[in-house]
Antibody, heavy 119, light 107 residues
Framework: EGQLVESGGGLVQPGGSLRLSCTASGFNVDSTFMSWVRQAPGKGLEWVSLIYTGGITDYAESVKGRFSVSRDNSKNILFLHMNSLRLEDTAVYYC?????????????WGLGTTVIVSS | AIQMTQSPSSLSASVGDRVTITCRASQDIRNDLGWYQQKPGKAPKLLIFAASHLQSGVPSRFSGTGSGTDFTLTISDLQPDDFATYYCLQDYDAPYTFGQGTRLDIK
């Protein structure tokens, strides 16, 4: 079925950087699309980024130019590199397996990791 | 970016009721829409993909309809476990966009 575990969240100052990890088991991260989704405190879900099987990436306008996604296929880990962090990036960040490529949806989710941007 | 307008934002219902949540897309998204359930402090859970396909393991009281710009999620015979927040998500084109969410609580 598959499992995802996020890590790397924490407290960071505005303008700082952070790298989130999403470790997959039960499937290969390079064999499917993978998305990052976040949720600010008390707010709704916001899609953040997508990496396609071929490695092409897409981003929400709110993070474009500041965030980037990459994969370590040998370790089966997805990363979200976050730079120039802003107060409004404070959120729980989830990674999800995205089966859009075969007509499905985001069927496996991690538990999330919390990022707090504060001075 | 495609805008998703979800309604209502909140809904009160009783066990056994039938409820409907709607999402409207700002442009034609074919059937590229999913429905997700989220409970407090938990990750979202996929209920419906491709507008009307029930995800494996999801009870059949959940159903989805629609194509183009208008979509609905119907929950028949509400159960206590169904009280949660529901989101639609268009994955027709990146950037994907979620609806604002519908909080379903017990009347």
């Amino acid at each position: 079925e598959g499992q995802l575990v996020e890590s790397g969240g924490g407290l960071v100052q505005p303008g700082g950087s952070l790298r989130l990890s999403c470790t997959a088991s039960g499937f290969n991260v390079d064999s499917t699309f993978m998305s990052w989704v976040r949720q600010a405190p008390g707010k709704g879900l916001e899609w953040v980024s997508l990496i396609y099987t071929g490695g092409i990436t897409d981003y929400a306008e709110s993070v474009k130019g500041r965030f980037s996604v990459s994969r370590d296929n040998s370790k089966n880990i997805l990363f979200l590199h976050m730079n120039s962090l802003r107060l409004e990036d404070t959120a729980v960040y989830y990674c999800a397996r995205d089966l859009k490529w075969q007509g499905g949806g985001m069927d496996v989710w991690g538990l999330g990791t919390t990022v707090i941007v504060s001075s | 970016a495609i805008q998703m307008t979800q309604s209502p934002s909140s809904l009160s219902a009783s066990v056994g009721d039938r409820v409907t949540i709607t999402c409207r897309a700002s442009q034609d998204i074919r059937n590229d829409l999913g429905w997700y359930q989220q409970k407090p402090g938990k990750a979202p859970k996929l209920l419906i993909f491709a507008a009307s396909h029930l995800q494996s393991g999801v009870p059949s009281r959940f159903s989805g309809t629609g194509s183009g710009t208008d979509f609905t999620l119907t929950i028949s015979d509400l159960q206590p476990d169904d009280f949660a927040t529901y989101y639609c998500l268009q994955d027709y084109d990146a950037p994907y966009t979620f609806g604002q969410g519908t909080r379903l609580d017990i009347k």
